[in-house]
């Protein structure tokens, strides 16, 4: 009687199978009950290690857009006339939005990297060294660092970048997160090798016959010091070509110690049919200046190698109706002092202007693209095309040397857009001993 009662005892209490509670299959407190992706929302504000991940992508990603926005040769200029001196602006705010985002994944890791102890895993040690770099990146980019050591500047520029991305690589390894700095890479090299092709171009290709004859590179590049701290390197090449704002990169190789060293200067003429010679006015600091003032020491000029790369900078032309009849530059010369004391003629000045601007490789023949004026005691001159500023200096410097005012009249830049003739300054003893 016991074995068949406790039988049925025991089946009575075996609870019915639906009337079990469901159990849910997935038990993750997880929305909807559906497992996120490794980058989803949830899983960037569940925890610091989300929101780490999502910093380090999102300072990898910048990359790119950082190399595209410094490229000498980049489609945004080609495409909408924005030199990449203006584009530069935005080549830093990416750069400290990298930095920012680098800094934010590092400190978000750092609780479980105390916790687990993994400050000798490879990975970790890599972290630091990209992250050190790019932040040494950041601060010898200031703008006092870039005025007193450029150089210095170009060379941390380049040793520190080759070393955040060495360690941004290692670091990510795990991840195969290897399309940015591919990307980034890849448009690095594509600049590199644009530029490289313009420098053959303007220096080995076609630069090496002028009016029919064969003419050595050295013997197209003449140097001259105008004064203690202003050289004027005149560069002659068939191929070259340029407009009024733009500037050129050039390389000293026999002066400088490294042969890849190029710097830019301004352009201070119109392109001429006939010489074709590209003039540069260039004031003496130091580094690659110094250096170039050193040799003309004693001979007030000389023929070097120099090779040239360009031209950059140019603004894009516009034909809108909007802007025709606009002058898109306009730069006054102040020549009260000298005229009060009648020793400047303003007519003679105005004329000398006149002869000399050239349009289209063309002097005298300003149409009405350029206008010349006077207020006052100003001279003023409208353009409607690209105008360096450097080359209305250049042309009142050839004035005042052709009418013999060189020695005691020079060419002050008081504000952005003026000029003006001051007396240089004579000590008062010098003016005692001359009485």
Not at 224 to 250: C, K, M, P, Y
Not at 344 to 358: C, G, S, T
Request: net charge positive.
């Amino acid at each position: 009687m016991e074995g068949p009662a406790q039988a049925v005892m025991t089946a009575q209490q075996i609870p019915n199978a639906a009337d079990l509670p469901q159990q849910p299959n997935n038990p993750a407190p997880y929305p909807g009950g559906v497992k996120p992706k490794k980058y989803h929302w949830y899983a960037m504000v569940g925890g610091n290690q989300g929101v780490a991940n999502q910093m380090g992508v999102m300072a990898f990603s910048q990359l790119p857009l950082i190399i595209l926005l410094i490229m000498k040769n980049n489609p945004i200029s080609f495409l909408t006339g924005i030199s990449y001196q203006k584009l530069n602006y935005l080549h830093r705010a990416a750069s400290r939005a990298c930095l920012i985002c680098s800094w934010t994944h590092a400190i978000a890791w750092t609780p479980r990297v105390l916790a687990k102890g993994h400050f000798d895993h490879a990975y970790i040690i890599w972290g630091l060294v990209a992250l050190f770099s790019f932040t040494m990146l950041w601060t010898t980019s200031f703008r006092l660092v870039r005025r007193v050591a450029w150089e210095f500047f170009i060379l941390a520029h380049i040793v520190f970048s080759i070393l955040f991305l060495v360690g941004a690589i290692i670091h990510w390894q795990r991840k195969k997160l290897w399309v940015w700095p591919s990307v980034a890479l890849g448009l690095w090299a594509v600049d590199r090798l644009i530029r490289l092709c313009r420098l053959v171009i303007s220096n080995f290709c076609t630069g090496r016959r002028l009016n029919g004859d064969s003419v050595a590179l050295r013997e197209q590049n003449l140097v001259e010091l105008l004064d203690g701290n202003v050289l004027r390197v005149t560069i002659r090449r068939r191929s070259f070509r340029w407009s009024a704002g733009q500037h050129a990169f050039l390389s000293f190789t026999s002066v400088t110690s490294s042969p890849h060293e190029s710097h830019p200067f301004s352009l201070a003429n119109i392109p001429s049919g006939s010489d074709n010679s590209a003039v540069f006015l260039i004031r003496v600091h130091s580094g690659a200046t110094k250096l170039l003032r050193d040799v003309l020491v004693q001979p007030r000029e000389t023929s070097i190698p120099i090779f040239i790369e360009g031209p950059y900078g140019a603004p894009k032309a516009t034909s809108s109706s909007k802007t025709a009849g606009k002058a898109l530059h306009k730069f006054y010369v102040d020549y009260s002092v000298p005229a009060n004391d009648n020793v400047f003629d303003p007519a003679a000045f105005e004329k000398f202007l006149h002869d000399r601007i050239k349009v289209d490789g063309k002097p005298g023949q300003l149409g009405d693209v350029i206008q010349i004026s006077k207020e006052g005691n100003k001279l003023v001159l409208s353009s409607q095309i690209p105008f360096s500023k450097r080359y209305l200096k250049y042309l009142t410097k050839k004035h005042l040397k052709k009418n013999s005012f060189e020695n005691f009249l020079r060419v002050v830049a008081t504000s952005k857009d003026t000029y003006s003739l001051r007396y240089f300054k004579v000590d008062q003893d010098e003016a005692e001993d001359e009485e």
